[in-house]
Structure formats: C-alpha cells, structure tokens
C-alpha cells in the first residue's frame, strides 16, 4: 500500500527554517502559560490575540486552562467536560458560546 500522506524532500535551509519556526511556536506558547499562571495575562486578551496570532489561535485550550491560577490538570478536565469542549480544541475551534463559557468560569 503507497503512503499517501509523504511529504516532499525538503533541503537542510528549508529543514532548519521549519525547526526554528516550530521552536518559536512552541516559546511563543509557553511564554502564554507562563503569563497566564501568574496572573499577567487573562483569557480574554488571550482570545484577543488569537485574532491577530495564527500560533495563539493553533494553541490548544486544554493546556492554557489548566495553566491558570487555581487550576490543575483534573479541575481543567472537569471544567472543559462540563463545557462540552474536547480536549483537543484549538483557540481558533472555540465557539462564541465556549468562549464566552470559559471567561465566564474565570471571572
């Protein structure tokens, strides 16, 4: 069976340009969280930027929730089955209502 989803070869420059690309989205996400457990940045100026952020608006929500003050793992995982938001939700996923849901449970 031929495997249909095989990308093109890709040179090292163009290899190297993705790996970089990668580790700023992956900074760029992290940076978020961190902002987000201190208190320095709020889910809604977090919705706010996925607007403008293709890398805040690919960030799963799962793990901005379960970064928040007070929030771990099992309240994040509760808080998102209540909701009725997979776990593997991007920002960009979210509903008007989800939205409004989330920032309503953090206020």
Not at 13 to 25: D, H, N, T, V, Y
Not at 28 to 51: H, M, Y
Not at 57 to 81: D, F, N
């Amino acid at each position: 069976m031929a495997d249909t989803h095989k990308l093109p070869p890709m040179s090292n420059e163009q290899r190297a340009l993705a790996l970089e690309k990668a580790a700023a989205a992956r900074r760029r996400r992290a940076e978020i969280k961190a902002l987000l457990k201190t208190g320095s940045l709020t889910l809604a100026e977090v919705f706010d930027q996925a607007e403008d952020d293709d890398i805040v608006a690919g960030t799963k929500v799962y793990p901005l929730i379960a970064s928040m003050p007070r929030m771990g793992k099992i309240k994040a995982t509760r808080l998102m089955e209540q909701l009725g938001i997979p776990d593997n939700r991007k920002i960009r996923g979210l509903g008007p209502r989800q939205r409004e849901n989330l920032l309503d449970a953090f206020a």
